[in-house]
């Protein structure tokens, strides 16, 4: 009980003096849209007895996989720190556990299952007494399942079957929840699945509900998920590297020549490299095959464009996952390894990409222009912008000989590096859009289009990037080499605000959107539209002659916070 005691003040001490700056803003935003989703979460308690259900097993979801996709999860205590400590692995992994309980997320999750004391409040005295426990065991199989399965992975990372294999498995998962509708049609499923009850997520409401067994189900998966934990903790030290015994050697004649055989070896040999390939190629493969289900192909073509969007997602960070390995090259006059690095992007993803989208074309019978002005266009714009968005949003990242045994942990700014996968996929996405529409317009033109749009993206941002790397390259190896951005001379009008004014200002251009936009305009066309109870939509839950009038009085406090954001910032001689 010490250890874990003492672990949880390590945690909060660490956190305390953690979240400054940029990274407190993040922290902010993300605990009040957890919160928001929190909320939403505890209403559905008070609206039908069977929502919650299907909204535990999504917060179930998202703690198993999102630390997967964003980096591993928490680490701010890793399991290395204590290695010589001589702890058993189970008081080991106690611990970490009670310190796991310390932050923004558990906070927010511990939120959302207030549903339970709601919902046992509404059956009566006993049900409410069990539904304290059951939160805290209900917590506890979230926080222990989401270490489990980072620790799976992780473990899988260390061979390249394993690598390959996970990255096929998390890229289908992905998949089959972007296309969860397809499965609802299949399965006649209109309302909430019977399912969701019996899984792990349901059980805390199964025991609120008068179901005793679920309560000691819960507990005994704790100790299980413990257990599980604690033996998969003492295989994480002393990651195996793969062997390069064997292999055929790359030779090149010329600079550029260089560059590729060396990123050609890494996307052969690094499995984290290895593992976003696969997780990327299942994504687009999956997503697209969904529909099949529903004896519809025409999503198939797109397979090989799906492919590559993710695919430059997953790689939006190349400079910053190489480390402070940049020195090489400025140590070198007039060296760029820009070019060097597009060519092997294409190299690695250009021969998927093709095969994949002239196979599935071909099974459906096309549309031949619309996919072949697409694909030219998303591979220039992707090879163009991968190194591009690297170098002017690099997040600093973990030199691969230094990574700790969690391998999906290959920086500490997780928050940076999901903003920059999610601004690579927009992006990418514009680079394709002049060729999608002229080939709606002309037919085969667009493909010329797409040929002409991916060799200026190719070429235009491959050039930005190398004149970022001439005149800020020193800037950016000491970003890597510190994890600290530099400080600008020039204030800006924003960094001359009080502390209360950039809060509110925070708050009302991060938060205005909210009530404007969903729960105002889109709300509103759901009333017209006869779409009622839908959803979160708020206005469509009220009476008829308050339909109306609840979504005009959402929009205008979207206005009116976008309004205050505007006043707030703007310099007092102009008001």
Known sequence: MAVALTMARMKVAMLRHAFHGTRAQTAGTGAALGALLAAGTVYLAFTDPDLPAAGYAVWLLGWILGPIFMGGGDETLRPEYFSLLGLPPRRLA???LVSAFVGVAPLVSLTALLGLLVAGVRLGV???????????????VFVLLSKVSVAVVGLALRTRPGAIASGVLNGAILAALGQIWVFFVVFGQTGVPAAVWYLPSGWGLLAVRGEWWALGALALLVLLLLGTWAALLSRRAGAARPSTRGRRPMRAATANGAIVAKELRTWSRDLVRNHQLTFALSYGVCFAASPLILGWDGMLPYAGPIFIVMAAAMTANLYGTDGTALWLTLLTPSA??????????????????IVLTVAFTAVTGGPWPLILALLPALLGGAAGLVPLVSVYGLVPGTDPHRRAGNPLRTSEDDGGLTGLAYLMLA???????????????????????????GVLCYWGFGLLTERRLRSHGSELLDVMRTGRKPRTTVKSRFEQLSKTQKTVAWWCFGFGAIPLVPQGIVAAVFVAGGMLRHSWFLATYMPPGLRYPVAAAFAALGLAMYGTGVWVVTPRSSR
Request: no cysteine; glycine share 10%; aromatic share 4%.
């Open 427 to 453: 992006l990418v996405l514009l680079t394709g859009a002049p060729a999608a529409l002229a080939a709606l317009r002309y037919g085969w033109a667009g493909v010329a289009v797409g040929v002409v749009t």
């Open 94 to 96: 106690a611990g970490l």
């Open 126 to 140: 006993a049900n409410t007494l069990v539904a304290v426990p059951a939160m805290v065991l209900q917590l506890a």
């Open 336 to 353: 760029s390894d820009v070019r060097g690095r597009q060519l092997a992007w294409l190299s690695a993803h250009a021969p998927v990409a």
